[in-house]
């Protein structure tokens, strides 16, 4: 669970960014750790999530819950796959539904990654790390389809260029609520976290990120469409923001 801290602002810590005034009353932690916890919402000022950049006030009570150290230590798990392609430099799988990527708080176990250490052995580009070993893109738990590992990093930096590029097309396919009535469309709206709520994204036009979304009806249903989508940015969550802003 972590432990909780809490801190009331003083007169000589005035006007600090919050970021700043939470990493020099946690002893070794980073600014870019408090970041973190910050982005996840661990951070709250007098009871509401907190920003990075908020200049903290006279007391302003900072409640800040540290997340428990997890030792780095990625289990290798007997965990089958379905392969849809595979050799010496890159591996295709078809994860289903429920299954998370890769190691993050409250999933250390029955990702992605621990099967493909299993699998592949050492044989997984190390660009992303110990928690991401092979991940060059991602898909949330609950959608289901293919992803691509690569298993060295020469391999890793072709695909993020070709991801990059948009030289690796990517479609998407979804069962929305309500009828579109347009047989196709492009939504073109940033996102970035909700200002209300800091663990969701949302179209966010003062700090979010350009994201683009296209859409093709493939048909339609009493009270459903189904869609498919073609993404020219990977915004977190983009296609259910996008999707839910258009009103579905």
Not at 98 to 110: D, L, Q
Not at 153 to 174: G, I, P, T, V, W
Not at 194 to 222: C, H, Q, S, W
């Amino acid at each position: 669970m972590g432990s909780e801290l809490q801190a009331l602002v003083s007169i000589n810590d005035i006007n600090k960014r919050l970021d700043i005034f939470v990493s020099e009353k946690i002893p070794g932690k980073s600014r870019s750790a408090v970041q973190k916890y910050i982005d996840g919402g661990l951070v709250s000022v007098d009871g509401k999530c907190g920003k990075a950049n908020y200049r903290v006030k006279m007391g302003d009570n900072i409640s800040v819950i540290v997340p428990e150290a997890k030792e780095l230590n990625v289990l290798k798990e007997d965990i089958e796959l379905d392969i849809v392609y595979e050799d010496g430099d890159v591996i295709l799988i078809n994860k289903p539904q429920n299954m998370v990527v890769h190691p993050a708080p409250g999933h250390y176990e029955g990702t992605l990654v621990n099967a493909l250490l299993n699998h592949c052995g050492g044989s997984l580009s190390g660009i992303n790390g110990v928690l991401r070993p092979g991940i060059v893109h991602r898909i949330d738990k609950d959608t289901s389809g293919v992803l691509i590992a690569a298993k060295n990093d020469m391999a890793h930096n072709s695909l993020a260029k070709q991801l990059q590029e948009h030289s690796m097309s990517r479609k998407y396919y979804a069962l929305v609520f309500g009828g579109i009535k347009e047989d196709s469309g492009v939504i073109e709206k940033p996102i970035g976290r909700d200002p209300k709520e800091r663990k969701r994204m949302a179209v966010n036009y003062k700090n979010g990120k350009p994201a683009i979304t296209n859409f093709n009806v493939l048909d339609r249903f009493d009270g459903y469409t189904l869609v498919e989508l073609i993404l020219k940015t990977g915004r977190t969550h983009q296609i259910r923001v996008h999707m839910s802003d258009y009103g579905h």
